[in-house]
Every structure is written in structure tokens, then in C-alpha cells.
């Protein structure tokens, strides 16, 4: 018992390690693009995207993150991009959605590539699909604004 115990507090250290390793680089270079305001410029490029789904120009940021290095590494710059933009709670619901169906969708295109899979098809077909599901959600989430304007006429 007391092997299983050891083994897994020393298997948890070294993922949060790992985790580390990764994550504290990423906000340190997100920090550097900011201040260059090469953010800005992303968030401008996907503002149309996001515009489609009724969110703020700001969230193309952290959706993009999220669709290129995953939830997992993804997490700590969605989070501080969140807060530091200060994003409505129906963009961050929004983007989870986006996400749940298109996280690191190059990491896992290329490894369905290593088993013989259609990159392109793959990769197409889940944006597509991370598309049409936020598109409906976007339609049925109303914001906080508009709920308590309706409460109150």
C-alpha cells in the first residue's frame, strides 16, 4: 500500500514538473507578445471569427491557443487571457464548447496521421464540428447583460 501511495505522489510530482516545464515558458513568451502587442494583432485577425459567435475581439486569443497547444498547456494563458481581458462568462462558456470538440488539433491529426488517417479530412472535420456545435450554442447562451435586462422589463 504504502509502494502505491509513494508511486503516485512521485508519478503526480513529475507530471505537475513536466506541466511546469511547459506552461511557465508559454506565459512568459505570451507576456512578451503582448508587449509587443502581437496579441492585439491576433485578436484583430480572428475577430471575425468570433464576431459570428457574439463574443469580444479578445477571445480569438486564448480559442487560438487552445486550438493549438491543447487544454492541458493551454489552461494557464486561456485563464490569464480571461482575467487580464476580462472576457464575459458567455465567451469563456463559448470558447470551452470550441474547445471540447478542436483542443491541439494539429498534435492529434498528426498522430491519426502515423496510423494511416486523412490529415485533412481529420482536421477539417473537426473544426467543422467544433464550429457548427458553438454556432448553435452561441444562439442559446444568452449573455448575463441580456438576461438581467429581461428580468428587469
Given at each position: 500500500m504504502v509502494g502505491i501511495i509513494k508511486e503516485a505522489a512521485v508519478g503526480?510530482?513529475?507530471s505537475v514538473k513536466q506541466i511546469a516545464i511547459i506552461v511557465i515558458p508559454l506565459m512568459v513568451f505570451m507576456e512578451i507578445l503582448k508587449d509587443?502587442?502581437?496579441?492585439?494583432r491576433i485578436a484583430n485577425l480572428f475577430s471575425p471569427v468570433v464576431k459570428i459567435y457574439g463574443m469580444k475581439k479578445e477571445s480569438g486569443f486564448p480559442l487560438v491557443i487552445g486550438i493549438i497547444?491543447?487544454?492541458?498547456?493551454?489552461?494557464g494563458i486561456i485563464f490569464r487571457s480571461s482575467r487580464e481581458d476580462n472576457l464575459p462568462k458567455r465567451d469563456l462558456y463559448l470558447i470551452t464548447?470550441?474547445?471540447?470538440?478542436?483542443?491541439?488539433?494539429?498534435?492529434?491529426?498528426a498522430i491519426f496521421m502515423?496510423?494511416?488517417?486523412?490529415?485533412?479530412?481529420?482536421?477539417?472535420?473537426?473544426?467543422?464540428?467544433?464550429?457548427?456545435?458553438?454556432?448553435?450554442?452561441?444562439?442559446?447562451?444568452k449573455d448575463r447583460d441580456e438576461i438581467m435586462s429581461e428580468k428587469a422589463g
Open positions: 503526480s510530482f513529475l509587443m502587442g502581437v496579441l492585439n497547444i491543447g487544454l492541458s498547456y493551454g489552461a464548447y470550441f474547445l471540447v470538440s478542436a483542443h491541439a488539433v494539429f498534435e492529434d491529426t502515423a496510423i494511416g488517417a486523412s490529415g485533412a479530412l481529420l482536421l477539417v472535420t473537426r473544426l467543422l464540428v467544433a464550429a457548427f456545435f458553438t454556432f448553435l450554442a452561441s444562439r442559446l447562451i
